[in-house]
């Protein structure tokens, strides 16, 4: 068996071995091979469970981030493994429709991962100011004028106002961004306070446009009370999310 790292373009094989070369992946020393038309990136693999440590994704993504050094990089996903080379090739080959137009989305770019949030505090107090009929109810709330199915109704009005200009925020910012970016993913924000939460794909002469993008918008957000939101940058790092090829044989797929 071996475990699967990504694809190289042919022309990018011998760069990629030599950025390669002594880099302890997860299970051993990195290969590079013709297959297929395409260069394989692999390692061996006895066929034992991989489990998701920590340590072991570091390794697999380091691989990866370094292999973009020799040229675009079509990645695989942490613990995918496959029978034989062989096997790959027969999948590359049958796949090459779609591997050729992978490699023309992701040539000459990169994912950016961007989270931009705020705090509860600055959220709820924005939401509030912003709703005559939030701030009366808060206000009677705060005098100690109303009962409990009148907090009940205040905390669920409050709730849909926040998602509403959580929503609202996302737009502006994904409308200021749209100029500097291939595609993105939109991703599940993980509180209600966090506006954006999404991977890009950005042209690399673009990197410094979309950041400056990011920061100016970032900065005029009118999700919080009057306050920038926090942005961050994930990446740039291999296009994971604007690549769907599985090249794990029947019989080998996640490692763990």
Do not use: W
């Amino acid at each position: 068996m071996i475990y699967l790292y990504g694809l190289l373009e042919p022309g990018d094989a011998e760069a990629g071995r030599i950025v390669l070369t002594d880099v302890a992946g997860v299970t051993g020393a990195v290969s590079v091979s013709a297959c297929g038309g395409l260069a394989l990136i692999y390692g061996p693999h006895d066929g034992e469970d991989i489990l998701p440590r920590r340590r072991l994704l570091l390794a697999h993504a380091k691989v990866l981030e370094l292999a973009m050094q020799a040229g675009p990089v079509l990645p695989m996903r942490f613990g995918m493994s496959s029978p034989s080379l062989d096997e790959v090739e027969r999948l590359v080959i049958q796949s090459r429709d779609a591997v050729r137009e992978a490699f023309d989305r992701v040539r000459g770019h990169v994912e950016i991962g961007v989270r931009v949030s705020t705090s509860e505090e600055d959220a709820l107090k924005a939401a509030i100011s912003a709703s005559p009929q939030l701030a009366a109810a808060h206000a009677r709330l705060s005098d100690g004028q109303a009962d409990h199915f009148a907090k009940v109704d205040f905390g669920r009005a409050l709730g849909e106002q926040v998602g509403r200009r959580r929503q609202a925020a996302q737009k502006r910012l994904l409308t200021e961004l749209k100029p500097f970016v291939a595609s993105h993913v939109l991703k599940a924000p993980e509180t209600d306070f966090e506006v954006l939460r999404a991977e890009f794909l950005i042209a690399e002469d673009s990197l410094d446009s979309f950041t400056s993008a990011l920061e100016a918008a970032a900065s005029g957000l009118e999700f919080g009370n009057g306050t920038d939101g926090a942005a961050q940058i994930v990446g740039p790092g291999p296009a994971f999310h604007f690549v769907n090829i599985s090249l794990a044989g029947e019989a080998a797929g996640k490692a763990a």
